[in-house]
Each structure stands twice: as C-alpha cells, then as structure tokens.
Nanobody, 122 residues
C-alpha cells in the first residue's frame, strides 16, 4: 500500500511563492512517475506537472516558466516550487502516482494524496 502525503499549501498574495511537497510512505515511488494535479471549486481536476523516474519533467501550459517539479536525492519526496502565483492558481493541489496512459489523464493514476489548499489573493 502506498500513501502519499502533501504539505506546504497556504495563502499568499499574487506574485508570491509556495513550495509543495509530496512524501511517500509504505512502498516508494520506485520506477514511477509522480504528478501534481489541481482542482478549483466548480472545475474539473487538471494536470499541473509530472516528473518521471529518470527526472524528465512535463508541465501544463498554464504553469510553464512559473512552476518547477523536482525530486529529492533519495527519490522519496517530490516537490512543486510555485513562483509568480496568480489568483487563477487557487485550488486544492494533489499528488498522484502514475500507472498507465498519458500523464495528463487523471484516470491513469492509482494512488492520490489527500490534497493541500493553495489560495492566492489579488
């Protein structure tokens, strides 16, 4: 059983920064891609960023150049550095473990964290 635990959410003003973390317990992330998704009130869950086991990275167009996904050296924690935050980034952010399909499709993930709230005020 894999458990994913997000941390680092909070409230910031537009233009500010936050760093989210996703830690794995139980089995590790070994060999698998981990992604961040987000869900704003009344909207569908959307892909934000992914990092492969080989540290390849992928980003949604809306966050390119502002967000950076990374792993720690032990590969047990994945981070999402979010800079130049906008009110449109306000959402609950989830990390998830990918098992099949395209990274942007939430159906291809088997384990999800509980989510962490990010609120950006104007």
């Amino acid at each position: 059983q894999v458990q994913l635990v997000e941390s680092g959410g909070g409230q910031v003003q537009a233009g500010g920064s936050l760093r989210l973390s996703c830690a794995a317990s139980g089995r590790t992330f070994s060999g698998q891609t981990i992604s961040w998704f987000r869900q704003a009130p009344g909207k569908d869950r959307e892909f934000v960023a992914a990092i492969t086991w080989g540290s390849g990275t992928y980003y949604a167009e809306a966050v390119k150049g502002r967000f950076t996904i990374s792993r720690d050296s032990a590969k047990t924690t994945v981070h999402l550095q979010m800079n130049s935050l906008k009110p449109a980034d306000t959402a609950v952010y989830y990390c998830a473990r990918h098992f099949s399909g395209t990274f942007a499709n939430s159906q291809g993930y088997d384990y999800w964290g509980q989510g962490t709230q990010v609120t950006v005020s104007s």
